[in-house]
């Protein structure tokens, strides 16, 4: 009996050999797909991580080329628009405007004098500044000339300038005469002339002071085209005023039109044509006054050529 309870001991040994034979062997087997597995996840998270670096790199913005120094030469500037020129920090580097003194207003009994960079059309001494056609030919003016005026002699020929002019600003006094007979002299009758700018056509000089005739016929009128916005009219024998403003086209080097011609007109300060349009008018102009067989005189006439902005600036003050 005492070696009866030891008899099961080989069986139990054999069994407990048998079962950890199985758990080991279990154990390899398992242990090669455990590591497997985090390499197959490892690898996954490799193959996402370039993926996400490239989604990335496509939102981000593509950096910026370096900016070439920017010329502030003038030549430079002057070739682009007026409103893009020495912009940023070239602001203080652009040419100052061209000082000029202003105009002295006339007054009835004495023409003002003109602004300091206008060119003197008549300075109430002579007209050695125009030129009258007379049968197709050119000759010295015939004209009166007194007292700071010139005044029409009928049947002598229109008045033309010497010389020609771009863009500019032209101001002309006029006066139209008093002697006339309110019955007979009427409408086209009443101290009629007219401006003539070429290519361009004439502004009618007329006595409208209560004096009716066809709209563009009458004072201000762009002859036998359009009338005055207006009717500025001062009385006869008080001098008035033209301001004509006349800008012509430009033209680019492959030969379009930049901007059309234009032309605005004040009478007596007051505006009776803004911005006529004329296409694309571009050749200099000559400035005419009509001689219509009535006593009309003219004082104070002058021009100033309008140039681009910036073209006669000067240059800033040295630091």
């Known amino acids: 009996m005492k070696y009866q309870r030891f008899r099961f001991v080989p069986f139990i040994f054999v069994l407990l050999t048998s079962l950890t034979f199985s758990a080991i062997t279990l154990a390899a087997e398992k242990k090669p797909a455990e590591e497997k597995k985090p ?103 015939k004209w009166k000339v007194e007292n700071g005026y010139f005044e029409v002699v009928k049947n002598t020929g229109s008045i033309y300038t010497k010389e020609k002019f771009g863009s500019c600003q032209i101001h002309i006094e006029w006066r139209s005469p008093t002697d006339f007979d309110p019955e007979r002299d009427k409408g086209q009758k009443r101290g009629n002339s007219g401006v003539f700018i070429s290519g361009f056509g004439e502004i009618q000089v007329l006595n409208s002071y209560e004096n009716d005739t066809y709209p563009h016929g009458q004072a201000g009128g762009l002859y036998r085209r359009i009338p005055p916005l207006v009717n500025a009219c001062r009385k006869p024998g008080e001098w008035q005023s033209y301001d004509i403003l006349i800008e012509l086209a430009r033209k680019e080097k492959d030969g379009q039109n930049n901007r059309d011609a234009i032309m605005t007109v004040l009478h007596n300060g007051v505006v009776i044509h803004h911005g006529r349009n004329y296409g694309g008018r571009s050749d200099p102009i000559t400035i005419g006054l009509q001689d219509h067989y009535r006593p009309v005189r003219f004082r104070n006439i002058w021009v100033r050529p309008i140039k681009d902005y910036d073209e006669e600036g000067t240059d800033p003050p040295a630091e």
Do not use: C, H, N
């Open 39 to 141: 390499a197959a996840e490892k690898k996954s998270d490799a193959e996402k991580k370039p993926a996400a670096e490239k989604k990335d790199a496509k939102e981000a913005p593509p950096a910026e080329p370096e900016k070439p120094p920017v010329d502030y030469s003038r030549e430079a500037q002057m070739k682009l628009p007026a409103d893009k020129r020495w912009k940023g920090e070239g602001e203080m580097l652009r040419p100052r405007p061209k000082v000029v003194t202003p105009p002295v207003a006339s007054t009835q009994e004495k023409p003002g004098s003109p602004p300091s960079d206008a060119i003197v059309l008549f300075d109430g001494k002579d007209l050695s500044k125009w030129q009258q056609r007379y049968a197709k030919e050119y000759r010295d003016p």
